[in-house]
């Protein structure tokens, strides 16, 4: 499955923050970030959370009512920096 | 990163002290604080016929009294914990007034307050943590939350929250993916964050440190997330003393844990070995009171 060019971009922040082992092709967008499928923690959800304000300008927050759905995979992340783009 | 190898911890310890809690949770509330303390002793003779975990009592009192161990030394470290278990049930019932606490070095908090950068307090298994609940009675203006594990406390922790059902507000439960985020978020509105760092949850999160002159692992998470949020480290033992005596020392660990990230490993060892030597210090002042009841240094391996 092909990626779109913004989930070319976040893969390539999640593997540059993380600092993990891949390319970006390895990931399949629609396999789980946590626990199976990449293995992430909620340390590396923290990284990965701070990289995305440093990056795109906006808060990912503990508080969110979607953050399972936000955090469940490459195409779920990169859809929602894509939503917050959009409102930005 | 996650592994499937589950710690030992994990296995033993709090699985073989449930029904000590619960018993000692029953005798506090039906006879009294008092009352409750006379009783450890047969609930704690009966815990040591019964319980299989007494073996790893005795690996690390050889360790911290640096001698061979006796009947009377596992009964000791084992009628602390059962006395530790009962003033945690009795804090948390919510009489901290009841104690009697000494704070030592605890001047450190005015300067770190006024920062506002947040404190991220470094605990263990040493003494009672939830003693803390008096500290953060003097220091009202400042919210302490503990980072707890649930899934393999849940027993434990339904126990507690039965007995006092606001302590889910105060407890940030690890193992969802936004949980380190709401760590962050609560720590940079100034407050404090407690973390039991001698329990490694993962071995992917860990580093290899000497403690009592042999390596075994300690947990880097809790210095990992305190230097990605920027939050200075104290680190923070409460031991008991006699009857509702209690000690609370406080160090300085750092004002600013620095990893770089080509020697975030080597880095983070350094700092945990820190702490591990300052914890061995302690353990060594009071050997009966450090609380890790499982194979902490692979001795059965």
Redesign the interface.
Known sequence: MSLSDLEVQVGELIIETL?LDMEVNDIDPDDY???EGL?????????L??AISNQYNFQ?????AN??KI?RSLKTLADYIDSQLKIG | MVDDREQTWKKTSDRGSLWLIEIITWVILHLGRHVGRFFLYPIVCYFILFSSTTRFSRHYLTRSLARKVNFSDVFRHYYSFANMLLDRVYLLSGKTQAFDVHLHGDDIFDELIQQNKGIILLGSHLGNFDLLRVFSAKYSDIKIKAVMNDNNRQKVNQVFERLNPSLKDEVIHIGHPESMLALKEFVQQGNLAGILADRVETEARSVSCEFFNQTTLFPSGPLIVASLIQAPVVLCFALHRKNNQYDIYFHKFSDKIILPRESRQEKLTEYMSEYAHILEQYCKQNPYSWYNFYDFWNDEK
């Open positions: 600092n970030l946590f626990g293995g992430l923690d909620s340390i590396d959800a923290l990284e959370a701070m990912l927050r503990s508080d969110d953050n399972r955090f």
